[in-house]
């Protein structure tokens, strides 16, 4: 939907005065004129792109990263009272109830109309994302299984350069010194802070070694697609699920044990899964945002800030002790990300500049062209 100014511009735009110009001896011609013109205002109000200016209106980096950020505090406790509460020992399968919700969630808004219209896009690239978002999900969940939480947290540290490279590779993207310093900062602040054991088998550490790439790749994507071609995360959501869905399948009986129907399927526990899956499509809805929003490095630095957090929230407010040598890590951390978003709000600040710079002088060249237009005279 778009702003009643936007709307005003449009009507006012060279293309609808030469409608409104049309001149004819019968009613048919003026009526195909207004016909072509209420076209093209409805395809502009439903297009892709609207959709897209929608999105960044309504939730700007700060929302979208505030709502992932609070998304995901809440899904940790959840999951961690599903897996040991509840005594749920199937994490790939886990993963699917989760996309199965977010599949039935999605598809009643785009009953609803919710969902803008999709831009044209290859369906290599939406099959891409999908993959990677499967395998980023059900081996993130099964890490956890077989490692140790200091194990995990240095496989999550190993995402930033992963995505640093790649982007690189990709797009040529270069990320300037005081990035790489404040990351590096923010990398060692949160290794000393988290990792305080390192136990793992072959297995689970061949499992965390493999979730590095999907969990970078998807990032990339999901940021390069919305901010490159136009995309919406509920739009995104809405064809990459299917894809996610149809691979955890293949994955469950891979790297799930046997016993998942047998297991106690009481209300309670289907209460709590189900809650669960719930936070799971709001935790992906605010990822994808936060990822339109921002850059995959960012997301991955609120990740991270997110860790700290709890960390030392637990510290102040419950009264855990994790020793001073990690307290002192979590705020070497904060310090770096900082430091980061100051980098990126300053590099903002300077696009932003140069955007409206260009956009002055193509309103002023556009101003020159619509009066030279309205100085000329009709044909008749």
């Known amino acids: 939907?778009?702003?009643?100014?936007?709307?005003?511009?449009?009507?006012?735009?060279?293309?609808?005065?030469?409608?409104?110009?049309?001149?004819?001896?019968?009613?048919?011609?003026?009526?195909?004129?207004?016909?072509e013109l209420r076209a093209s205002l409805f395809n502009k109000i439903c297009s892709s792109e609207s959709g897209k200016s929608l999105q960044q209106r309504l939730c700007g980096p700060t929302v979208a990263l505030t709502f992932n950020f609070v998304v995901a505090i809440g899904i940790i406790?959840?999951?961690?009272?599903?897996?040991?509460?509840?005594?749920?020992?199937?994490?790939?399968?886990l993963s699917f109830i989760h996309y199965v919700v977010t599949l039935i969630l999605i598809t009643i808004m785009n009953y609803l109309s919710m969902i803008p219209p999709s831009p044209p896009l290859n369906s290599a690239s939406l099959f891409t994302l999908g993959l990677v978002m499967s395998l980023c999900?059900?081996?993130?969940?099964?890490?956890?299984?077989?490692?140790s939480v200091g194990f995990y947290q240095m496989a999550k540290i190993s995402v930033t350069p992963t995505?640093?490279?790649?982007?690189?590779?990709?797009?040529?993207k270069k990320v300037s010194f005081p990035k790489v310093v404040a990351l590096s900062v923010v990398s060692i602040?949160?290794?000393?802070?988290?990792v305080t054991d390192l136990q793992f088998n072959m297995f689970g550490a061949?499992?965390?070694?493999?979730?590095?790439?999907?969990?970078?790749?998807?990032?990339?994507?999901?940021?390069?697609?919305?901010?490159?071609?136009?995309?919406?995360?509920?739009?995104?959501?809405?064809?990459?699920?299917?894809?996610?869905?149809?691979c955890l399948v293949i994955m469950i009986p891979l790297l799930d044990p046997p016993g998942v129907f047998s297991y106690n399927w009481n209300f309670l526990n289907t209460s709590m899964i189900l809650i669960s899956a719930?936070?799971?499509?709001?935790?992906?809805?605010?990822?994808?945002l936060a990822l339109g929003a921002t850059s995959a490095i960012s997301h991955v630095v609120l990740g991270q800030f997110k860790t700290c957090v709890l960390l030392l929230g637990n510290y102040y407010i419950f009264g855990s002790n994790p020793g001073r040598i990690s307290i002192c890590g979590a705020f070497v951390a904060i310090a770096g990300m900082s430091f980061y978003t100051y980098l990126s709000l300053q590099n903002k600040k300077l696009k932003s500049e140069k955007e409206s710079a260009r956009k002055v002088k193509s309103n002023q060249g556009n101003d020159k062209e619509s009066y030279g237009d309205s100085n000329a005279e009709p044909n008749c």
């Open 77 to 93: 406790f959840m999951n961690k009272w599903v897996l040991k509460n509840a005594g749920f020992q199937f994490p790939v399968f």
């Open 206 to 246: 061949f499992i965390a070694l493999a979730w590095i790439i999907p969990s970078a790749l998807s990032k990339i994507l999901w940021s390069s697609l919305q901010q490159r071609e136009n995309w919406t995360a509920l739009a995104l959501m809405w064809k990459t699920t299917p894809i996610s869905l149809v």
């Open 137 to 147: 999900t059900g081996l993130a969940n099964v890490s956890l299984k077989y490692n």
């Open 1 to 35: 939907m778009l702003s009643s100014r936007e709307i005003i511009n449009f009507l006012v735009s060279k293309d609808v005065r030469k409608l409104l110009k049309r001149k004819g001896s019968d009613a048919n011609e003026t009526g195909r004129a207004l016909e």
């Open 278 to 288: 719930v936070f799971g499509f709001l935790l992906q809805w605010s990822a994808a």
């Open 163 to 172: 995505i640093v490279l790649a982007e690189f590779m990709w797009y040529k």
């Open 189 to 194: 602040g949160v290794a000393v802070a988290t």
